[in-house]
């Protein structure tokens, strides 16, 4: 079974500018996450999707950051404009999230680390 | 909202001692995973244990739901197993998410 697929591993982009991360799930896993990860810290939820629709976003700062997941599969998360602040790692993941709560089991994409100069 | 804690926040061990991590929350939750973060970022799947024990090779888990915390046993420690180690817990209200603790860091030392 494959991993999480994120792209780009690395990116490095001046403030103001925008940018855009892509995620590709475990084949049938419904639910899929957007983490931002500042060095040091742990992994904060941005983002969550059950299929094509969005669950949380109450820590997505929404004046700069938009998601999607069209079909209910892979996603987008886009930064317009960057800030200094955003340079972090963006985490993907997803779980199967069926019925049962006490077994769902998320499972990560290897990240991408974004630097703002 | 739930709070997560995870003690030490910092460790430092010999090759083949033994350590306990521990996860404490402010509420009841639905699961808790554990994870490796391993020097290059990646996250790594190591229990979903909502109660009771599991073990894998050297590392097991305990989670006592009634009083809100688990823990992590690691045995005969490697270098490889150096990183930082995450407890994520799931909500049981809401948008059932996942809110993750603060992290242990290790370093297993040749």
Redesign the interface.
Request: net charge positive; hydrophobic share 35%; proline share 4%.
């Given at each position: 079974e494959a991993g999480v697929a994120q792209s780009p591993r690395y990116k490095i982009i001046e403030k103001r500018q925008s940018v855009a991360f892509w995620c590709n799930p475990i084949s049938g896993h419904a639910t899929l996450y957007w983490y931002q990860q500042i060095l040091g810290q742990g992994p904060k939820l941005l983002i969550q999707f059950q299929n094509n629709g969005v669950v949380d976003d109450s820590q997505l700062p929404k004046d700069r950051f938009s998601a999607e997941r069209l079909k209910g599969v892979d996603s987008t998360l886009k930064i317009q404009p960057a800030k200094l602040e955003d340079s972090a790692v963006y985490l993907c993941a997803s779980s199967r999230r069926g019925n049962e709560l006490r077994t769902d089991t998320q499972y990560f994409g290897p990240g991408t680390r974004l630097t703002v100069l | 909202g739930i709070q997560v804690e995870q003690s030490p926040p910092d460790l430092i061990l010999q090759e083949g001692a033994n350590s306990t991590l521990r996860c404490n929350f402010s509420d009841s939750v639905?699961?808790l995973?554990w994870?490796h973060q391993n020097p290059?970022?990646?996250?790594?799947?190591l229990f979903?244990i909502?109660s009771g024990t599991k073990q894998n090779g050297r590392l097991s888990a305990t989670t006592v739901a009634t009083e809100r915390y688990s823990l992590l046993y690691i045995s005969s420690s490697q270098t490889t197993d150096s990183g930082v180690y995450?407890c994520?817990v799931?909500t049981t209200s809401?948008?059932?998410?996942?809110?993750?603790?603060?992290?242990t860091r290790l370093k297993v030392l040749a």
């Amino acid at each position: 079974e494959a991993g999480v697929a994120q792209s780009p591993r690395y990116k490095i982009i001046e403030k103001r500018q925008s940018v855009a991360f892509w995620c590709n799930p475990i084949s049938g896993h419904a639910t899929l996450y957007w983490y931002q990860q500042i060095l040091g810290q742990g992994p904060k939820l941005l983002i969550q999707f059950q299929n094509n629709g969005v669950v949380d976003d109450s820590q997505l700062p929404k004046d700069r950051f938009s998601a999607e997941r069209l079909k209910g599969v892979d996603s987008t998360l886009k930064i317009q404009p960057a800030k200094l602040e955003d340079s972090a790692v963006y985490l993907c993941a997803s779980s199967r999230r069926g019925n049962e709560l006490r077994t769902d089991t998320q499972y990560f994409g290897p990240g991408t680390r974004l630097t703002v100069l | 909202g739930i709070q997560v804690e995870q003690s030490p926040p910092d460790l430092i061990l010999q090759e083949g001692a033994n350590s306990t991590l521990r996860c404490n929350f402010s509420d009841s939750v639905n699961n808790l995973q554990w994870f490796h973060q391993n020097p290059w970022g990646q996250l790594i799947n190591l229990f979903y244990i909502p109660s009771g024990t599991k073990q894998n090779g050297r590392l097991s888990a305990t989670t006592v739901a009634t009083e809100r915390y688990s823990l992590l046993y690691i045995s005969s420690s490697q270098t490889t197993d150096s990183g930082v180690y995450f407890c994520a817990v799931l909500t049981t209200s809401g948008t059932y998410k996942y809110i993750f603790g603060t992290g242990t860091r290790l370093k297993v030392l040749a």
